[in-house]
């Protein structure tokens, strides 16, 4: 009943910048966080940055200093702005989203279905 939409992944090349964007809508009740996750194949699924509806942040130590995340903004939206990107940054990156769906208050994981980000040497 939430969806998520991702957009903003692209080709860039080595110290160049993107930014992603991920809109939820739905049958919204509460929303605890939302954030970013990457995969890159043959790899786990990884955190990149996470942030509360209180504006509380949280980043993976690899990319600390290169990506910011924004507040949940009006129409439930966050971005992820992310600058000096690396070969190693290559991955699909997945919007999420803790919360509930109204009219159940039990909490849960959902998910957008990805967008590419490729960083060329």
């Known amino acids: 009943q939430i969806r998520l939409t991702e957009s903003g992944g692209g080709l860039v090349q080595a110290g160049g910048s993107l930014r992603l964007s991920c809109a939820a809508s739905g049958n919204i009740y509460r929303i605890e966080y939302m954030g970013w996750y990457r995969q890159s194949p043959g790899k786990p699924r990884e955190l990149v940055a996470t942030?509360?509806?209180?504006?509380?942040?949280n980043y993976a130590d690899a990319v600390k200093g290169r990506f910011t995340i924004s507040g949940i903004e009006a129409k439930n939206t966050i971005y992820l702005q992310m600058s000096n990107l690396e070969p190693e940054d290559t991955a699909v990156f997945f919007c999420t989203l803790r919360g509930s769906s109204w009219p159940y208050p039990t909490e849960g994981d959902y998910w957008g279905q990805g967008t590419q980000v490729t960083v060329s040497s």
């Open positions: 942030v509360t509806i209180d504006g509380v942040t």
